[in-house]
């Protein structure tokens, strides 16, 4: 076999590698985001919101008849 096209196959296996390690990196990334991004918005894994943070009042009823 050609030490060229030994040589290409080696670069491709390289390349390919890279890549599958960038997707991962980059996969998580956008969850630790999207974790930031619910834990600021006090959604969390529960699906509701919290309201530990805020003060008295604060998301009790909403007059909406106006």
Do not use: C
């Amino acid at each position: 076999m050609d030490m060229s096209m030994v040589s290409a196959a080696l670069a491709m296996q390289a390349s390919s590698t890279q890549m599958q390690i960038a997707t991962t990196i980059q996969a998580s990334a956008s969850r630790m985001e999207r974790d930031t991004v619910q834990t600021l918005l006090g959604t969390g894994q529960g699906g509701s919101p919290s309201l530990a943070n805020v003060g008295p009042g604060v998301g009790g009823n909403l007059n909406i008849s106006a």
